[in-house]
């Protein structure tokens, strides 16, 4: 983009806030429609009301001022919110530690949430930020479960940078079990398995290829199956046994995994 960030990239609030170094008002917004902040966060409305309120919180959480405060900052987070791939090149050194906890993100966490452009221009920003020392697993599990459904080649990218595929989440689950039920391609558990998923990882009593069953994904069980997951003895997500689960299914993949069970004394 010539001429550095456009001032489209921040909507309401780039009027508050250009390219990071300007500020309206006590904390930088400017809302849409004629609603200006003025002291301590307060609106003079001239009847747009909350629905600007809303919009300027939204766009102010959008261009990075909730977290970022130092000029330097703000402007590398407009550059990387626009997609601006040589602004980027040209703010990283200035820039700071991009693995600095600011509230709940960092820099480079933010460039995985918000970053736009293409899939190659978002690529190209994301290995400019592992080269200049983002860590892909700070803050942890976080940079990963946000690429999840940017496409394989940025997952991979996290992946090959280290990004912890084993990392257990709020929801007590690993990441890599987010593809039990989402392999829709059945490329993603295979790259999982490729860069370390621990297979005897259980979650409230069910492993793996338990929670494949419950998820109806039978392509996804067989490959667990055949990858070496337990599967002897495993319990249902329902009633009885896993064995029991398989058995009363139809897929190709799901007679199959029968076969091995049987062959296997289940």
């Known amino acids: 983009m010539a001429g550095g960030v456009s001032d489209a990239v921040f909507g309401g609030v780039g009027r508050g806030v250009r390219a990071g170094e300007e500020r309206m008002g006590?904390?930088?917004?400017?809302g849409a429609g004629g609603a200006a902040v003025v002291g301590d966060g307060e609106f003079d409305d001239d009847g747009g009301?909350?629905?600007?309120r809303e919009e300027a919180r939204y766009e102010r959480a959008a261009s990075g001022a909730d977290s970022f405060r130092e000029p330097a900052q703000l402007r590398l987070a407009a550059a990387l919110r626009a997609g601006d791939l040589e602004q980027v090149k040209a703010l990283l050194p200035a820039a700071g530690d991009l693995n600095?906890?600011?509230?709940?993100?960092?820099?480079?966490?933010?460039?995985?949430?918000?970053?736009?452009?293409?899939?190659?221009?978002?690529l190209a920003i994301v290995k400019e930020l592992l080269g200049a020392g983002a860590n892909a697993n700070v803050p942890p599990g976080k940079p990963l479960?946000?690429?999840?459904?940017?496409?394989?080649?940025?997952?991979?990218?996290?992946?090959?940078?280290g990004a912890d595929v084993n990392y257990v989440g709020t929801d007590g689950e690993p990441?890599?079990?987010?593809?039990?039920?989402?392999?829709?391609?059945?490329?993603?558990v295979p790259l999982m398995l490729a860069h370390?998923?621990?297979?005897?990882?259980?979650?409230?009593?069910?492993?793996?290829?338990?929670?494949a069953a419950h998820r109806g994904s039978w392509k996804t069980l067989l490959l667990l199956m055949e990858a070496g997951a337990p599967y002897k003895g495993e319990p249902s997500a329902y009633d009885g046994t896993l064995y029991d689960d398989v058995k009363?299914?139809?897929?190709?993949?799901?007679?199959?995994?029968?076969a091995m069970m049987e062959a296997g004394a289940r």
Do not use: I
């Open 175 to 188: 990441y890599w079990w987010t593809w039990l039920h989402d392999d829709t391609k059945g490329e993603m």
């Open 100 to 122: 600095k906890m600011y509230g709940e993100t960092t820099l480079f966490l933010y460039a995985l949430e918000r970053g736009q452009g293409s899939e190659a221009v978002r």
């Open 196 to 211: 370390g998923a621990n297979l005897q990882l259980r979650v409230r009593g069910f492993g793996p290829v338990s929670q």
């Open 49 to 52: 009301g909350e629905k600007q």
């Open 26 to 30: 006590a904390d930088g917004v400017c």
């Open 145 to 161: 479960r946000a690429v999840s459904f940017q496409g394989r080649e940025m997952v991979e990218l996290l992946l090959a940078a």
């Open 248 to 258: 009363r299914a139809g897929a190709p993949e799901a007679v199959k995994a029968l």
